[in-house]
């Protein structure tokens, strides 16, 4: 049982080692060397538990997942309206972007794996897929004004991801980001929702976002 424990913590070192690595220099760039040396372990330990880079990524990507996966039901508490819930994500991806480095390291790894068989915790897949499902959800409850197509819920979803995720890395403040993001939201949601929830739902981050 202790040796079960003690191969789990050296894991979990390796894991947070990785994604530190692949935040800062990139996938390809970061040697498993660097990531075995952060952790405090050796290659061979790093070895028992991954036996490639890849291996490795996608442990850190699954940790991303997790993150993602746990922030989506924490907001989606009872009485929250679908497009609050989405609303929120975007301001929480603003934050994991410019602090975790998780989501930072899954960012860069499906960036540079880009051009090959994407990985099945990608982080473009992950994030819109959960995002798409939280708009069929708001079209479920009636949330989205008729004459709102699905296509263009999306696209407007993605433009504003993809301005966080593109001024995160241009280095620019995650205060800044914030601002910029509730105005974004502020032009969009009229255009989204059903009339009586267009006061409804904020467009500012939430006061209590971790």
Sequence with gaps: MVKQQRSQRTMERLVAAAA????????ARASLADVSRRAGVTKGALFFH?????????????????LLDTAIEEHSQVGVSSMQVLVDITHYLNGV?????????SVRISREQANGDPSAYDFYSLWFGRLWRLLELARRRGELGRAVADVSARTLVTAAVSGVETLAWMGTGRGEVE????????LMLPL??????????????????S
Excluded: C, N
């Excluded at 972007?97 to 390291?105: G, M, Q, S, T």
């Excluded at 601002?179 to 502020?186: S, V, Y």
């Design 50 to 66: 991954f036996s490639t880079k890849d291996e490795l990524a996608e442990a850190v990507q699954m940790r991303a997942q997790d």
């Design 97 to 105: 972007l410019h602090e975790d480095p998780y989501i930072r390291a």
């Design 192 to 209: 989204l929702l059903t009339d009586d929830l267009g006061e409804e739902v904020r467009a500012e981050a939430p006061p209590d976002l």
């Design 20 to 27: 530190q690595e692949f935040a800062a220099q990139g996938f």
């Design 179 to 186: 601002q910029w993001l509730g105005h974004l939201w502020e």
